[in-house]
């Protein structure tokens, strides 16, 4: 799944008149560099959600078939914030993934992750004999973001420790961490995943690579420049 039902306010006015999704760097869409990310490593089904201007997202991307995926909708009348969001599309991706575990990344990240990497933790999720409700990708704390989000100690990801760092907004979820939302309702993640992590249910992975949070008009010129200067 492929979160993009943000407003992105921080990016007004860019975003007055398109969803932060859309917007370019290195002449290709926010969400476009996720869509080959992901049909490289093997994920062909893939539910991306809307809200604000969502149909024009839809009208971009179509189906999927020219990223070589397949692309279901979520629209939302309101926005859900994550855990609502990704609750409200459960239908989708149980569908697909015959009530598995399933990947969440965020549409508004610029990220060089081989997202293959994670197959073998999904797998793992499968048999679930650690009781793990969810797998998080975190990354090295960026100066916008300095204090950090949880801890990491071994595989496990904990709400106190030295070793902080960041949520990267790439995780696996098994769908009973979200069953009990119901659909239509506005839910954050970060509660839930703490109350998992009390339990000791959350695992986690450091990712040292290449990760931009696009948050702001000033990162997006930055990383447009970069992908422009590799292209030269």
């Excluded at 149980?94 to 060089?112: H, K, M, R, W």
């Excluded at 004999?129 to 704390?141: E, G, K, S």
């Excluded at 009390?198 to 690579?209: H, I, N, R, T």
């Amino acid at each position: 799944m492929i979160l993009a039902a943000g407003r992105g306010e921080r990016m007004r006015p860019l975003t007055d008149s398109l969803p932060k999704p859309l917007l370019k760097a290195g002449g290709h869409a926010l969400i476009e560099y996720q869509l080959r990310n992901l049909a490289r490593a093997g994920f062909i089904d893939i539910v991306i959600n809307h809200a604000y201007l969502g149909e024009m997202i839809e009208n971009a991307l179509g189906n999927g078939e020219r990223y070589g995926v397949n692309i279901q909708y979520s629209p939302e009348k309101v926005v859900l914030e994550t855990a609502g969001g990704i609750a409200n599309a459960l239908p989708f991706l149980t569908n697909q993934s015959g009530n598995l575990p399933f990947l969440v990344v965020n549409a508004d990240i610029y990220c060089e992750m081989d997202y293959a990497s994670l197959l073998p933790t999904m797998c793992a999720m499968q048999s679930n004999t650690n009781q793990r409700l969810a797998h998080l990708v975190l990354i090295d704390n960026p100066p916008h973001h300095a204090e950090g989000d949880f801890a990491l100690q071994g595989d496990q990801v904990q709400l106190t420790g030295d070793n902080r760092l960041t949520f990267s907004g790439i995780g696996i979820y098994q769908p009973q961490f979200l069953n009990e939302i119901k659909p239509g309702l506005p839910v954050k993640l970060a509660p839930l995943l703490r109350q998992a992590m009390q339990a000791g249910k959350v695992s986690g992975e450091y990712f040292s690579g290449q990760w931009i949070d696009v948050g702001t008009p000033e990162r997006l010129e930055l990383l447009d420049k970069q992908l422009r200067s590799q292209l030269e």
